[in-house]
């Protein structure tokens, strides 16, 4: 009876502990499944800088999110370009790496960065090694409310202040769009004109966020570049400041990436 009773406890103890090892096995399974990346560095484009992003890096950052927001000198691609990579180097592990407008070109040129996970382009330039933004832009006639003017003595970009708030940023408060207007980057026209070396969408997951009322960059050209680079494709009814005036959105998408990608 003793032995009975003792291989009776050792079975029940075994049993345990596979029973724990198996449970245990299933939670590091399941959170290994559901982990995601945490880092986000968001890239502005021309004409603006990173406060923009102030929407977007709250309701990112409220969900436990590490946001980076770059702040581009504009004085060249490659400056850019530099401000972006030293901001991947600070990420302690791998990021998203999102890019607004112009700032399509710098993380597209950035993004081969060993810790960029995925690229998602905000109503952005997604080019091709050997293209520019204006190589992309002149493809279609651009919109008559768009108010880039031509470029001063010194070779930098500025927006016409008539236009601003129609042409660049429609479905947001005119006073927000005065104040930013009035807030716009020293934008070097040779940026614009800049080729990428690289094409990093190939190799790496890419999303595209079509801003279906800019007048910036037309949507029907978003949608070109977006299809070529096999992007994952979401549309939202915004102005070229769709980042601001469609904040959790944009976030959203952000979001979905950082659960996606592998």
């Given amino acids: 009876m003793k032995k009975t009773s003792t291989f009776k406890s ?22 290994q499944s559901t982990k995601m990346i945490k880092n986000v560095v968001l890239v502005h484009g021309a004409f603006v800088d990173g406060s923009g992003y102030r929407g977007v890096y709250d309701i990112l950052s409220k969900k436990g999110y590490n946001v980076t927001v770059v702040q581009n000198p504009l004085s060249s691609l490659q400056d850019d370009v ?30 081969d960065h060993p810790k960029v996970a995925a690229l998602v382009y905000l109503a952005a330039f997604q080019l091709d090694a050997g293209e520019s933004a204006l190589d992309w832009a002149m ?5 008559p409310k768009n108010g880039i003017l031509p470029a001063d003595d010194k070779g930098i970009l500025y927006y016409d202040k008539k236009k601003f708030h129609e042409g660049f940023a429609a479905d947001i408060p005119k006073a927000q769009a005065d104040f930013m207007y009035a807030s716009q980057g020293r934008f070097a026209a040779a940026a614009l004109a800049a080729k990428v070396t690289k094409a990093p969408w190939k190799t790496k997951p890419s999303y595209g966020i079509v801003a279906t009322q800019d007048e ?3 949507p029907s050209i978003q949608r ?15 102005s070229h400041a769709v980042f601001i005036s469609h904040p959790q959105e944009v976030a959203d998408v952000i979001i979905r990436a950082s659960k996606e990608v592998k």
């Fill in 224 to 238: 070109k570049m977006y299809k070529k680079g096999g992007s994952k494709i979401t549309e939202i009814k915004g």
């Fill in 139 to 143: 493809t279609e006639p651009g919109s």
């Fill in 216 to 218: 910036a960059i037309l």
């Fill in 82 to 111: 530099d401000a972006t990579k030293a901001a991947l180097d600070r990420q302690d592990g791998p990021a998203i790496l999102v890019g607004h407008s112009y700032g399509g070109s710098v993380i597209t040129e950035a993004g």
């Fill in 10 to 31: 050792l079975g029940s103890l075994f049993l345990f502990a596979i029973s724990f090892m198996l449970l245990s096995g299933f939670s590091k399974f399941s959170a």
